[in-house]
Nanobody, 116 residues
C-alpha cells in the first residue's frame, strides 16, 4: 500500500512562486512514475508534470519553462517548483503515483490560488 501526502499550496500573487511537495510512504516499488495533476471546478484533471524513478521529467506545454519537477528517491518525495505563476494556474493540485503494483494512487490535493 502506498500513501501520498501533499503540502505547499497556498495563495500567491501573479508572478510569484510556490513549491509543492508530495511524500510517498508504504511499500514503494523501485520502478515508478510520480506526477502532478491539477483540476479546477467543473474541469477535467489535467497532467502538469511527471518524473520517472530514474529522474526523467516531462511537462505539459502550459507550464514548460515555468515549472520544474524533481524528486528525492531517498525521501520518496517529489517536488514541483512553480515560478512566474499566472491566475490561470489556480487549481487544486494532486500528486499521483503509478507503478505495476499499485497501479494508481492519488493524494488528497492541495489548493493553489494565484491572484492577479
Amino acid at each position: 500500500q502506498v500513501q501520498l501526502v501533499e503540502s505547499g499550496g497556498g495563495l500567491v500573487q501573479a508572478g510569484g512562486s510556490l513549491r509543492l511537495s508530495c511524500a510517498a510512504s508504504g511499500s514503494i516499488p523501485s520502478l515508478n512514475v510520480m506526477s502532478w495533476f491539477r483540476q479546477g471546478p467543473a474541469k477535467e484533471r489535467d497532467l502538469v508534470a511527471s518524473i520517472t524513478s530514474g529522474g526523467t521529467p516531462s511537462y505539459a506545454d502550459a507550464v514548460k519553462g515555468r515549472f520544474t519537477i524533481s524528486r528525492d528517491n531517498l525521501k520518496n518525495t517529489i517536488y514541483l517548483q512553480m515560478d512566474n505563476l499566472k491566475p490561470e494556474d489556480t487549481d487544486v493540485y494532486f500528486c499521483h503515483f503509478r507503478a505495476v503494483q499499485p497501479s494508481s494512487v492519488w493524494g488528497q490535493g492541495t489548493q493553489v490560488t494565484v491572484s492577479s
